[in-house]
Nanobody, 123 residues
Framework: QVQLVESGGGLGQAGGSLRLSCAASGRTVSSYAMGWVRQAPGKGREFVAG???????YYANSVKGRFTISRDNDKNTVYLQMNSLKPEDTAVYYC?????????????????WGQGTQVTVSS
């Protein structure tokens, strides 16, 4: 059974940085596609960033150049480094995993979900 536990959310300032962590158990993070999905108040889920088994990363246009996804295989943890934060980045951020295929840009592709961590960016 795969479990994903996020940490590192909180309050940030516009232009500032935050780093989210996702500790995985039950399966090594390098053995399946993982990513981050967010949901702002009153909005649908939005794909943010993904990393596939090969280590290739990909991003939503809204965060490209500002956010970086990475993983530490020894710690079995995936990270999301968020720089140049904007108020529109305010959302609950979920760590997600896709065990069967290559991940992708649709949140529906991901079967594993963490409990979410709140990120609030003030202007």
């Amino acid at each position: 059974q795969v479990q994903l536990v996020e940490s590192g959310g909180g309050l940030g300032q516009a232009g500032g940085s935050l780093r989210l962590s996702c500790a995985a158990s039950g399966r090594t993070v390098s053995s399946y596609a993982m990513g981050w999905v967010r949901q702002a108040p009153g909005k649908g889920r939005e794909f943010v960033a993904g990393i596939i088994r090969s280590g290739t990363t990909y991003y939503a246009n809204s965060v490209k150049g500002r956010f970086t996804i990475s993983r530490d295989n020894d710690k079995n943890t995936v990270y999301l480094q968020m720089n140049s934060l904007k108020p529109e980045d305010t959302a609950v951020y979920y760590c997600v995993g896709d065990p069967d295929s290559g991940g992708g840009y649709s949140p529906n592709n991901y079967d594993y979900w963490g409990q979410g961590t709140q990120v609030t960016v003030s202007s």
